[in-house]
């Protein structure tokens, strides 16, 4: 089956860390395109966090760079965010994306998959 699975939101006191997982199941790869972390805020349009190349090379939105780390494991097909000084208005259901390799199809087909999202809440 095609799916990211995500794990690791929760309630966080302001200041405070969280490292968000997302895992290809089994059955899929990551492929060699960027895989990349979206949010969406109550009342507010899902944005991209940060994206991670196949290389590792990463990029961030401004609001939260030196503060979050994204990275991945190709060798374990997952995906991490490593979330550090939180903030108030980090609360959000964050969101993976990737596009995964389909290893038991005939052809060989690659899907865009999205995460079940997971609840980021920053608050005292």
């Known amino acids: 089956q095609v799916q990211l699975v995500e794990s690791g939101g929760g309630l966080v006191q302001p200041g405070g860390s969280l490292k968000l997982s997302c895992a290809a199941a089994?059955?899929?790869?990551?492929?060699?395109?960027?895989v990349a972390w979206y949010r969406q805020a109550p009342g507010k349009q899902r944005e991209m966090v940060a994206s991670v190349s196949n290389s590792g090379r990463t990029d961030y939105i401004d609001s939260v760079k030196g503060r979050f780390t994204a990275s991945r494991d190709n060798a374990k097909n997952t995906m991490y965010l490593q979330m550090m000084s939180l903030k108030p208005e980090d609360t959000a259901v964050y969101y993976c994306?990737?596009?995964?390799?389909?290893?038991?199809?005939?052809?060989?087909?690659?899907?865009?998959?999205w995460g079940q999202g997971t609840l980021v809440t920053v608050s005292s």
């Open positions: 994306k990737a596009v995964l390799v389909e290893l038991y199809s005939d052809p060989v087909r690659s899907l865009e998959v």
């Open positions: 089994s059955g899929s790869t990551f492929s060699k395109h960027d």
